[in-house]
């Protein structure tokens, strides 16, 4: 991979032009397809260690640490490399929370990750396994008879936003707009349409706190809304942030990942 004689402007002026590999990483993966593993390897072997890219999809331009000791002594270095301000929604949306805990530092990180980690203990998921399995074989079922489907529209995106929604207490009709809010959030390259999609789902976050807290109920939220942190309720950025962080982590990167999982037994049983 070659640097490019016209180096995007957003290009630093600290950033040393060698370092400098001027490629949209996340346009590039996503272009290739099948050969989106091998052409990753070819990065690997052709980029330094640590290179920057003038974009990322609709982010600006970063640093691309390649190598797991170094990606890991970014994570365990919070004084070096601070976590505030690392993912760009609130900032869309001309606001300031963060997605909590991802964007906080130790040791306040510890203390909210303590608060959710009892909400996601092997016991709270086992409880739902009959659910799970009714959820699968209800969508299963609905294709059956046809002998064939596109798994992902059939399965692998509706089923993991119905457990997730089945885990917070959310409603599950509220199901096709989560997973359009996952596609159009995640995946879109358009800032606008990413922008838009943020304010959609902070509005829906927002509704679904003040419901809970005028009506408490067995949910996600309204347990937050009980919770103390250093002996005081959590903020209604803090509820925000977290209800946030929940939403991107447990939707779009189960999706991708069955996608993956059943072409890949497709093409081995295929031969």
Same mark, same amino acid.
């Given at each position: &991979? ?11 002026? *600290? ?21 989106? @593993? ?5 990065? *690997? ?10 974009? !990322? ?33 609130? &900032? ?5 929370? =963060?997605?909590?805990? !991802? ?8 203390? @909210? =990750? ?52 089945? !885990? ?54 309204? @347990? ?38 059943? *072409? *890949? ?7």
């Amino acid at each position: &991979m070659n640097v490019s004689d016209d180096i995007d402007s957003a290009v630093p002026h *600290h950033v040393p032009v060698h370092l400098v590999r001027n490629v949209d990483l996340r346009a590039e993966l996503t272009a290739q397809g099948e050969k989106a @593993y091998a052409w990753a390897a070819t990065l *690997h072997q052709s980029t330094p260690p640590i290179f920057w890219v003038p974009r !990322l999809g609709f982010l600006p331009g970063t640093w691309i640490p390649r190598r797991a000791e170094d990606m890991r002594r970014i994570l365990q270095d919070p004084e070096t490399f601070s976590s505030a301000g690392l993912t760009p929604y609130p &900032m869309l949306l001309g606001e300031s929370w =963060r997605l909590t805990p !991802l964007e906080v530092d130790p040791p306040a990180h510890a203390k @909210y =990750r303590a608060l959710l980690n009892p909400l996601f203990t092997p016991k709270k998921v086992d409880a739902l396994e009959q659910d799970m399995r009714d959820l699968a074989s209800n969508l299963i079922n609905q294709v059956a008879e046809k002998g064939r489907c596109d798994f992902n529209e059939a399965f692998a995106k509706p089923f993991p936003t119905l457990i997730f929604l089945k !885990l917070m207490g959310w409603p599950l009709e509220e199901q096709p707009l989560f997973q359009h809010w996952t596609q159009t959030l995640i995946k879109s390259f358009d800032p606008q349409v990413v922008t838009d999609n943020a304010r959609e789902i902070t509005g829906w976050i927002r509704a679904r706190i003040a419901e809970c807290r005028a009506n408490p109920g067995d949910d996600f939220t309204s @347990y937050l809304l009980a919770s103390e942190i250093d002996g005081r309720p959590l903020t209604d950025a803090e509820m925000l942030g977290i209800n946030f962080l929940i939403f991107i982590g447990g939707l779009d990167t189960v999706t991708s990942s069955m996608g993956l999982f059943v *072409h *890949h037994l497709a093409r081995c049983i295929a031969g």
